[in-house]
């Protein structure tokens, strides 16, 4: 399915976008031009392409604005604001993701009230999709399942991102329209309900497979509502849902859900759309979109100066969770309690000219090198990564750079787009749930029951897929390993505490810089605990950590946007702390 901004005026279409005068003038009974009215849309095209527009929404970008601030990939509230990322950049640019890394923000930061439009937005377009269609004559049944199925798998991810971000939201289905006046929804109800209601009609009219690539099928429905449980520690029922995918689940075009061999081709856009890829946002470049249809909400992570993008040094990873992917040197498995009490050579405020080499004595989990750039190791096909050359304010972001969404230097101008001003808009899709999320909520969910075999056959099929391919690990000029690569497999887990700790921490190692991590803690229940240690050793290396502090029963959730309250007269209450 090609991805198409489609850009719909905000107010409902049910609600009459076109106004009609008492007068004789036929030209006065025209609509605006670029406004489209029901009659117009209640059709099978019409729907289909409404439809098109609602799935445009799943990198955040359309309709009321949107970009970095609003993210498919969560980037800054995922990412920057746990402990995988910096901001990155200089202190002043973007200065308002600043609060929110530093666990301080306020309901005026414009941020949130990007990322609020455009879930909302997005909601309102499946909703449009659902109202058209109840009008349309045109649409059989088959096709009306199916539409009815998308339309409400997208509004359960997009009430769920939300849900995620604030916890106390809205929950709007099409009943709500400015024609009916009751578009001032208060957010005084648990929205779970209404999300696992569309979650289990999308179950219910999907099929297996569909025609396009980009479109939901029933896997991609089965697998959102494993997430859905996994956040309301449904654990029971999450299980059964995991072996049903693990055993059955299909991509849309038919392929049974497996890793790929190669880790990387997770996010390579020449490898997209994979057996490993359930649900994923559709990018395509040099499309006549001008960027649009590209990764916009990354732009700004590409290394700075004459890397790869050319622009603007953010989300750069950090020192903490470099240190994550030290093993032990006899079993090649995760330091689990001590991974943060050594920090591996690195070279920060070592000047560009000057020598450096990189540490490669020290037992690293191979994945290190795929989840950030370092100094003197091979980044992509770009060479070795010359450390301060490509980071903008190594004091500010630390030495490392993102690398899980940036592009082979092959595939500049055909997989980046040639019209936008900078190559950082690429065709490399955002993968919103692999295979290895299932795997990985499985391992959880057997711990949680206490079945700790069955925990330690799924982390290890997590951990094989790179041990078993070492053709695949980074490899300097000559040939040889780019470091001490080392990766082993669980042989048990002594106890229910170090099972969840263990299949929480292949998470954060297999997952990391994918947007997923400040989520996870919030839904661990630990967040106050693991960020506040990770704000305990930042401080003497980031000074902007210097007054930072998680206070629990606040920070697990962002405040409501003010401006979002103002215009609801009030309908809408600020989340506690705020």
């Known amino acids: 399915m090609k991805k198409i901004k489609f850009q719909l005026i905000l107010m409902s279409v049910t609600a009459s976008v076109i106004m009609l005068y008492a007068c004789s003038k036929n030209f006065l009974d025209k609509a605006p031009i670029g406004s489209l009215d029901q009659n117009t849309l209640s059709n099978k095209a019409g729907v289909e392409g409404v439809l098109i527009g609602a799935y445009s929404m799943l990198d955040g970008y359309g309709g009321a604005g949107g970009g970095w601030q609003s993210a498919g990939s969560n ?12 901001k990155g950049s200089d202190p002043g640019d973007q200065a308002d993701i600043v609060p929110i890394e530093t666990y ?12 609020w439009q455009a879930v909302y937005d997005a909601i309102q377009r499946c909703n449009d999709v659902l109202r058209l269609m109840a009008a349309a004559t045109d649409i059989n049944d088959a096709d009306k399942k199916r539409i009815a199925g998308e339309a409400k798998f997208l509004r359960a991810h997009y009430h769920m991102e939300a849900k995620k971000m604030w916890n106390n939201i809205p929950y709007v289905d099409e009943t709500i329209t400015y ?31 569909q ?52 880790f990387f081709d997770n996010f390579n856009a020449e490898t997209k759309n994979s057996a490993e890829a359930i649900f994923s946002t559709q990018q395509s470049v040099n499309d006549n979109s001008s960027g649009g249809n590209g990764g916009w909400g990354d732009v ?8 790869p993008g050319g622009c603007c040094g953010f989300y750069q990873p950090s020192v903490s969770l470099a240190n994550s992917f030290q093993v032990d040197a006899i079993t090649g498995l995760p330091l689990l309690d001590t991974w943060n009490n050594s920090t591996f050579k690195n070279d920060q405020g070592i000047k560009s000219g000057d020598p450096f080499t990189p540490d490669t004595d020290v037992p690293v989990d191979p994945r290190l090198d795929f989840t950030l750039g370092r100094r003197g190791i091979p980044y992509l096909d770009w060479g070795l990564h010359p450390g301060n050359d490509w980071i903008r304010d190594q004091n500010n972001g630390g030495p490392y750079s993102p690398i899980k969404h940036i592009y082979y230097k092959r595939q500049e101008g055909a997989l980046t787009d040639k019209s936008f001003w900078t190559s950082g808009v690429t065709a490399n899709n955002y993968t919103f749930i692999r295979f290895a999320d299932v795997l990985l909520w499985a391992a959880e969910c057997e711990v949680e029951v206490g079945s700790l075999a069955n925990a330690v056959t799924y982390v290890n099929q997590v951990r094989s897929r790179i041990k078993d391919n070492p053709s695949t690990w980074v490899k300097m000029p000559n040939g040889s390993n780019a470091a001490n690569y080392q ?16 299949v929480r921490f292949e998470r954060k190692l ?35 950590m210097s007054n930072a502090s998680f206070t629990k029963g606040k920070n697990e959730y962002f405040p409501i946007p003010q401006s979002q309250i103002d215009l609801s007269k009030g309908v809408l209450k600020q989340n506690p702390g705020f």
């Not at 980037?75 to 910096?86: I, P, R, T």
């Not at 509502?225 to 995918?245: C, G, R, V, Y």
């Not at 990766?487 to 263990?502: C, E, W």
């Open 75 to 86: 980037w800054v509230y995922g990412g920057v604001a746990s402990d995988d990322a910096y």
């Open 104 to 115: 301080s923000p306020t309901a005026s930061n414009g941020y949130f009230n990007q990322k």
């Open 179 to 209: 024609a009916a006046g009751n578009y001032n929804v208060p957010n005084d109800k648990d929205a779970w309900p209404g999300i696992n209601a569309d979650l289990d009609a999308a179950i219910a009219n999907l099929p297996a497979t």
């Open 211 to 262: 025609s396009s690539v980009g479109r939901a099928n029933l896997w991609a429905a089965k697998s959102l509502k494993l997430k859905a449980l996994m956040f309301q520690k449904n654990f029971s029922a999450a299980l059964t849902l995991a072996k049903d995918i693990i055993a059955n689940g299909v991509t849309t075009n038919g392929k049974k859900y497996a890793l790929s061999a190669n």
């Open 300 to 307: 700004l992570n590409f290394p700075y100066g004459g890397g």
């Open 487 to 502: 990766i082993g497999l669980y042989t048990s887990f002594a106890d229910q505490v170090t099972a969840r700790k263990a």
């Open 510 to 544: 297999e997952l990391a810089m994918e947007g997923h991590r400040f989520f996870d803690l919030v839904r661990y229940g630990t967040a106050d605990v693991e960020l506040n240690a990770y704000i305990a050793k930042e401080k003497p290396r980031r000074s902007f």
